[in-house]
Structures are given as structure tokens and as C-alpha cells.
């Protein structure tokens, strides 16, 4: 990405939050300017600035933001892990967690049963599913988040633009494609795929911030299951059974937040008490009331 995220805002409300968290940002040495409308329409002037619903007023730009291929950094991860000796099954199912004395011992699988020392649970969206094979609730709802795909077009977003007003991200890939999309769908589903009423918002959404989109052919959509915690924060924690470790709570933004995650996670499973930075994020909080909530959105998983 060449000129990073842009979030761009549409009234005096959203810019002192906007001026708030750059000078957030700065403080914590993270590149951040607050672009009025001029300098907006300087860098991108196919948004509309005057018609819309909610007319662009300007934007909080950080210019080493940017975006990239989620399979590929998985891939990276993967072939990294391989080289340092990980065992990598694909293709196979976790069907059960086995417990001995409160202990876990292993985990059964399609493949066989695994043993362990220490069994560290990182399954995302299916997190409450594999906890509950070990007999443990967690405070986490699955939903489900659409993404979109559109028809290969000539080169004119060079970065991330996110338009706050009516939530709607977009990029363009390499092939051309503009990568899009919104808000969750609104209630608990281990469905990967959406509703129509959230193809319509996004839709809505990203003609208001682009109208040429009105005439771009949207190629395919899917959707990925979003482990949402209760304070829209994650949970990096052992949990009350032995052996077994949580990194899960991660919401909308974990892919961002991978290598913090996983260097927080390796630390609390090698050395069984948590990192600094993630000594907030205990399963806990939840019981006796000390919910982290950064952004102050309340006490439901969908309003994170």
C-alpha cells in the first residue's frame, strides 16, 4: 500500500475522536496526521465530498498502514513453524479433548488421539466449540463477518480507505479486484456464509463513499466466523484446567493483531504466567467485573 489507511470522517463529532486517537497514536510513536477535506479530495478525488448522505469532512491518515494477502502470511507462518520443527496435520479434526484428573492429556482427532503436555486452544471463531469439548463455557458468541470481491478493474485505490459513518472498508488487490466490506451480520451463526440485508448495507455504504462503485460487478463473497468476547477485547489466559491454554476473544481485528498475539501466547504456555502486555486479558475479567471495553461500546459482543 502506498499511501496507507485512510479513515475518513463525516461531522465535528467523529474528527475530535479522530484528532483524539492520533494523538493517541503519536504519543505511542505510531505515524498519524488528520487530513481536512482539501487534502482528502487532493488524494482521492472520486469520493463524494458534497452529495452523500454523510459528506466527507476528512480523514485520520497513518502512511505505514496498509494491507496484505491473509493466505500468504499464513503460508509464511506455516513454513516458518516447519523449519523450527512444528508438525503441521492438515486435514485433520479435533473431536475431543482428553482429561485425566482434571488434567488435559491429548486431544482426539479423525486421525487419532495426540498427546500433550500443554494443550494450547487458538481456534478462532470455533473457540467455544473446541473449550466445550474440555467442559468449558466461554464468554465469546460466534458471528459471522461477509468480505467481497469485485470484477478486476485498472489501478485507483492505492491504499486502505475505511468510511466510518456507514462502516465500509476497501482495497484493491494486485489483480485487480477491489476487497470489500462492512459490519458483522448482527446474530450468533457458525454459518460461513452471510445474509442478503448485509450485502445491502455494505453495498449502500461503499456507493456512498464511491458512487462510481454503482457500475463494478461483484465477483463472490464469503464469510469467516468471528470469535466476538463480551468487551470486544481477547482473552490470553490459562483457563481453570490444567494443562489447557486460551488465546480467543479476538473479534473483528485478530488477523492485525497476530504477532503480538502469538508472541504473548508463547510466552503465558512456556512459562505459565502471562506476558506484560497481555496481563489484562484474563477469562476471569468477566466474573469479577473488570472488563477492559477500549473503546467504551458496552457490554455486547456485536457492538464490537
Known amino acids: 500500500s502506498q499511501r496507507g489507511v485512510l479513515n475518513l470522517y463525516h461531522s465535528d463529532a467523529q474528527r475530535d475522536a479522530y484528532t483524539r486517537r492520533g494523538n493517541a497514536m503519536r504519543l505511542h510513536g505510531v505515524d498519524a496526521e488528520l487530513l481536512d477535506r482539501a487534502a482528502v479530495r487532493k488524494m482521492l478525488p472520486f469520493l463524494d465530498f458534497d452529495n452523500a448522505r454523510f459528506p466527507i469532512q476528512g480523514g485520520l491518515l497513518q502512511r505505514r498502514g496498509g494491507t496484505v494477502r491473509h493466505d500468504a502470511v499464513a503460508w509464511g507462518y506455516a513454513r516458518g513453524a516447519d523449519n523450527r520443527g512444528v508438525d503441521i496435520i492438515q486435514n485433520c479434526e479435533v473431536t475431543g479433548i482428553r482429561r485425566e484428573n482434571g488434567r488435559v492429556i491429548g486431544v482426539e482427532t479423525s ?120 468487551d470486544g477485547s481477547p482473552i490470553i489466559d490459562r483457563t481453570p484446567i490444567d494443562n489447557l491454554y486460551l488465546n480467543a476473544g479476538w473479534c473483528y481485528g485478530g488477523f492485525k493483531a497476530t504477532p503480538a498475539s502469538g508472541f504473548c501466547f508463547a510466552h503465558l504456555v512456556a512459562r505459565g504466567t502471562p506476558q506484560k502486555t497481555a496481563a489484562a486479558f484474563r477469562l476471569d475479567r468477566f466474573a469479577r467485573g473488570y472488563l477492559v471495553d477500549e473503546k467504551g461500546q458496552g457490554a455486547q459482543p456485536n457492538l464490537h
Open 111 to 230: 486421525r487419532g488421539i495426540i498427546g500433550c503436555g500443554k494443550l494450547a486452544l487458538a481456534a478462532a471463531g470455533n473457540s467455544s466449540r473446541v473449550a466445550e469439548m474440555a467442559g468449558l463455557k466461554l464468554p465469546i458468541e460466534s458471528h459471522v463477518l461477509q468480505a467481497f470481491v469485485s470484477e478486476g478493474l485498472k489501478p485507483f485505490i492505492d491504499g486502505v480507505v475505511t468510511f466510518g459513518a456507514g462502516h465500509f472498508y476497501v482495497s484493491q488487490s494486485d489483480k485487480g479486484g477491489l476487497v470489500f466490506g462492512g459490519d458483522l451480520d448482527g446474530y450468533n451463526s457458525y454459518a460461513q456464509r452471510g445474509n442478503l440485508a448485509t450485502v445491502e448495507h455494505v453495498a449502500e455504504a461503499g456507493k456512498a463513499m464511491i458512487p462510481a462503485l454503482s457500475r463494478v460487478r461483484v465477483l463472490r463473497s464469503w464469510g469467516g466466523i468471528m470469535d466476538m468476547s463480551m
